[in-house]
C-alpha cells in the first residue's frame, strides 16, 4: 500500500483545552486507524506565527519567483516552508477556532503564505488560472462556541472560504468539514469519537 503523509496544522493558542484541536486531533487519529494516512507531520502555528502580508512580502509573492532577489527570497523562507510542507503531502487536517464567524487570524496568514503566484498557481495560454498541487484531500476541524444551526445558511464563512481559496489558487481540492458546535455552553462535553465516526 502507497504511504500517505497527513499535514496537520493547529492555529488555535488554547493548547490542550483547544476544541479545534482536539476535532482535528481526533481526525488524525481515525484515519490512521483506517491506514488512509501513515506519517503526520504536525505544525503548530501558535508556535511559530506567519507574517502577515506587508510591505516588501506582498511584492514578492506576486512576482515571478525566478527574478527575486536575495532579499525577497529571504522574505519567502517561511512561505517556501508552506508550500513544501503542502506540496509533500497527501492529506491536510486545518484546525481552527471560529472566532466572530471567521476562521483565526493565524489560519488565515498560513493560508496567505500558501498561494503563490507561478508556484501555487498560474496561467494557461488562455489566460486561465490554474492550481499546481491538484489532488489534495483537506479536513477541516471547526470549533465553534454557538451552533451554525443559529445563524443564516449565509454566515457560513469558514468551509466556503477554504474551499474557494483552494480550488481557485491550488488545485482541484476536495474538502470535508467536521465541526464540534456548541463548545461555549454549560456542562459541554466534547464527543470527538461520533463526529469523525463517519470518515
Known amino acids: 500500500m502507497m504511504k500517505k503523509t497527513a499535514l496537520h496544522i493547529i492555529s488555535s ?11 482535528s486531533s481526533a481526525i488524525v487519529d481515525r484515519l490512521i486507524s483506517k491506514q488512509e494516512i501513515d506519517t503526520v ?5 501558535t508556535r511559530e506565527a506567519p507574517p502577515f502580508l506587508k510591505g516588501n512580502l506582498v511584492g514578492a509573492f506576486y512576482k515571478d519567483p525566478r527574478t527575486a532577489d ?20 497527501d492529506v491536510l487536517i486545518l484546525g481552527t477556532p471560529m472566532y466572530n464567524l471567521g476562521m483565526s487570524a493565524l489560519l488565515k496568514a498560513w493560508i496567505d503564505q500558501l498561494v503563490r503566484f507561478g ?27 454557538g451552533r451554525m444551526a443559529d445563524w443564516a445558511p449565509d454566515n457560513e464563512f469558514i468551509s466556503s472560504h477554504v474551499r474557494a481559496v483552494f480550488n481557485a489558487y491550488i488545485g482541484d481540492t476536495e474538502v470535508h468539514t467536521l465541526r464540534v458546535e456548541g463548545t461555549a455552553m454549560p456542562g459541554f462535553e466534547a464527543d470527538y469519537q461520533t463526529i469523525v465516526a463517519n470518515l
Not at 507531520?41 to 502555528?45: F, G, M, P, V, Y
Not at 508556484?119 to 479536513?139: F, P
Request: hydrophobic share 35%; glycine share 12%.
Open 70 to 89: 536575495e532579499e525577497e527570497r529571504r522574505l519567502l523562507q517561511y512561505a517556501d516552508s508552506v508550500v513544501s510542507d503542502v506540496s509533500n503531502a
Open 119 to 145: 508556484i501555487t498557481y498560474g496561467y494557461d495560454e488562455k489566460g486561465v488560472r490554474k492550481g499546481h498541487l491538484n489532488g489534495k484531500k483537506v479536513y477541516l476541524a471547526i470549533a465553534s462556541g
Open 13 to 23: 493558542a488554547r493548547g490542550s483545552a483547544s476544541f479545534s484541536k482536539g476535532l
Open 41 to 45: 507531520i504536525e505544525r503548530d502555528l
